[in-house]
């Protein structure tokens, strides 16, 4: 029911649409056709009223020279050579008619129309249009002051002029009504294509409500423009909605799997104080230690996830700041000075003097000894660590290179991963977290992160980073 519904609301869409289409067609055709009618019939009134006015004209100047006698004698000559339907009639006060061509029902009919002498006062001219509705006939009367009291009418038929118009109308009337039928029709089938993708998108959209199934995607079609474009780009945000899920699902996994261990131990050395039948108060001191070293190991990992989320947001707070890279450095090897030497690992700074960057430089330091902390992990004893920085045409290089286990081809795109521990990392102590917070970091301030690796030689992490002023 809900699918019929839907289906329904989608057709009527197309449907409104095409209605709007053919409606603005219409009103366009209407106004054209409008426009042509009057310009027509403007035209034909026009013809007719010069005709009668080069009539009238000469009359006038008939009458002018031999009075009515001469009107009735020119107009007597021309009705013999001419077919057209000319009337003439020379009317003065209360209508009293001097001379007429014919009787006509058309000189009532004017006469019934108008009043002539309310209407022609200070010897003005007239035009009117009769109708007779039994005939279907017409007439076009023009009205000319004579002098005197007197008045020339001439009267012509203008039927034919009438039946074009008429004969217009009615085929204007047989080519606009099936127009309309076939731009309803076309307008409906072109609007269906037109939004095809928008239902494909709706279909995709209820298919992934109903069954869950984010692997589905709208189809592809050959669709240009702004329709084609919103479902690419619907896919692609499906993309990225699925690989976030995976991405969390996964990191879900690694957290659990990662907070077992110390959870355990937190848990195990609270219920071995409790077992205690009587403990001393070096018991109970090193049970509260262990809970507190467990702890704050918890509490750094989540520290650490909610940065990196903070980071992927891309709302990583910075205080920037002018970092001397020498010095950074030097702060890093002198706090895992202590580290390296129980290692028997040699630590180096080989970064140029002076070398400086505009950076946060608490965060900076984190990044570069996450660096360095995993370096000592995977270094065998009786090598050494570097710590190199060198200028870039736009920025500067910094470097941490060990000589120790190195990274398998399988393993090396992952190692950015949030919790991800290669095999070889399992036996020591960490997070999984290292590298991706370092490689947050290098983002944030706007930086690139890259590794080279070689198996059993030993392995180079360097991040490049916008010098000042770029």
């Known amino acids: 029911m809900s699918l019929r519904k839907n289906r329904t609301i989608r057709l009527s869409f197309s449907l409104r649409l095409a209605i709007l289409y053919t409606s603005a067609l219409c009103l366009s055709l209407a106004a054209v056709l409008s426009v042509t009618y009057q310009m027509i019939r403007h035209v034909a009134k026009s013809r007719d009223q010069d005709v009668i006015q080069a009539q009238t004209v000469q009359y006038k100047s008939i009458f002018e020279q031999g009075g009515v006698a001469a009107v009735s004698q020119y107009f007597n000559q021309l009705i013999g050579t001419s077919s057209e339907k000319t009337f003439v009639r020379i009317i003065g006060e209360n209508d009293q008619v001097y001379f007429v061509t014919l009787s006509h029902p058309f ?41 005197s009291g007197l008045y020339l009418q001439v009267g012509r038929s203008n039927t034919e002029s009438r039946l074009v118009l008429t004969h217009f109308r009615k085929t204007v009337l047989k080519i606009i009504l099936p127009a309309i039928a ?8 072109m609007t269906r294509s037109a939004v095809a993708p928008l239902r494909a998108l709706i279909d995709t959209l ?11 995607r709208v189809p592809a079609r050959a669709q240009q423009g702004e329709l084609g474009e919103l479902s690419t780009m ?69 520290n650490l996830i909610m940065d990196l989320a903070e980071a992927g947001a891309g709302h990583m707070n910075l205080t920037l700041e002018s970092v001397s890279l020498r010095e950074l450095a030097d702060e890093v ?13 040699a630590l180096k700074n080989e970064v140029l003097t002076d070398l400086t960057v505009n950076a946060d430089r608490l965060r900076l330091r984190q990044c570069l000894a996450n660096l360095v902390d995993n370096a000592l992990k995977y270094s065998p004893k009786n090598t050494t660590v570097t710590i190199s920085g060198t200028v870039e045409e736009d920025g500067v290089k910094l470097s941490v290179s060990d000589q120790g286990i190195g990274i398998t081809a399988e393993e090396l795109p992952r190692i950015w991963d949030r919790l991800y521990r290669g095999e070889q990392s399992r036996s020591t102590s960490g997070l999984g977290l290292g590298l991706s917070y370092a490689q947050a970091i290098i983002a944030a301030h706007g930086g690139t992160v890259d590794v080279q690796t070689q198996l059993n030689q030993g392995s180079t992490f360097t991040f490049f980073l916008p010098s000042i002023g770029n």
Not at 109 to 116: I, S
Not at 206 to 216: A, F, S, V, Y
């Open 206 to 216: 209820r298919n992934i409500l109903t069954t869950g199934d984010l692997q589905q």
């Open 182 to 189: 076939l731009s309803l029709l076309v307008g409906w089938l």
């Open 107 to 147: 000189w009532n009919l004017l006469d019934q129309k108008t009043n002539l002498w309310s209407r022609l006062s200070y010897g003005a001219a007239r035009w009117d249009e009769l109708f007779r509705d039994t005939s279907g006939d017409s007439w076009m009367v023009g009205t000319t002051p004579l002098g």
């Open 234 to 302: 619907f896919n692609r945000m499906l993309d990225e909605n699925e690989q976030l899920i995976r991405d969390s699902r996964e990191t879900l996994d690694n957290v659990a799997h990662d907070l077992r261990t110390p959870m355990t131990h937190l848990r195990n050395s609270a219920e071995q104080a409790l077992l205690e039948s009587d403990p001393t108060r070096d018991v109970l001191q090193n049970a509260l230690a262990d809970c507190v070293e467990e702890s704050e190991q918890i509490l750094q990992m989540l």
């Open 333 to 345: 090897i002198e706090l895992y000075t202590l580290v390296a030497e129980d290692q028997g690992i």
